[in-house]
Nanobody
Framework: QVQLEETGGGLVQAGDSLRISCVAS????????MGWFRQAPGKDREFVAA????????RHADSVKGRFTISADNAKNTVYLQMNNLKPEDTAVYYC????????????????WGHGTQVTVSS
């Protein structure tokens, strides 16, 4: 099993920056892919970004490219999502996810989910 714990959410104003973190514990392997998803009220959960532990290869959703950046600290088993120039439409619960297959994870079917952290952007 893999346990994922997100931290760093909060209330910010439009244009602000925020970094959220996800610490992975348990059976974490270098071949795994980590990702971030978000779910706004009344909407489906959507993919935000992903990173592979082994080589740092990343992928970002078009809606956040240029504003959000995913990164990882392998020594700490921690993945970060740096969010800049936040907009009210970025308001959502942000979930950390983990899985062996990048394709499966990005399609919304990771093996493990965190409990989520709330990010609220006021206008």
């Amino acid at each position: 099993q893999v346990q994922l714990e997100e931290t760093g959410g909060g209330l910010v104003q439009a244009g602000d920056s925020l970094r959220i973190s996800c610490v992975a514990s348990g059976r974490v392997f270098s071949r795994d892919t980590m990702g971030w998803f978000r779910q706004a009220p009344g909407k489906d959960r959507e993919f935000v970004a992903a990173i592979r532990w082994s080589d740092g290869n990343t992928r970002h959703a078009d809606s956040v490219k240029g504003r959000f950046t995913i990164s990882a600290d392998n020594a700490k088993n921690t993945v970060y999502l740096q969010m800049n120039n936040l907009k009210p439409e970025d308001t959502a619960v942000y979930y950390c996810a983990s899985g062996q297959s990048p394709t499966t994870l990005i399609s919304g079917r990771p093996q493990w989910w965190g409990h989520g952290t709330q990010v609220t952007v006021s206008s």
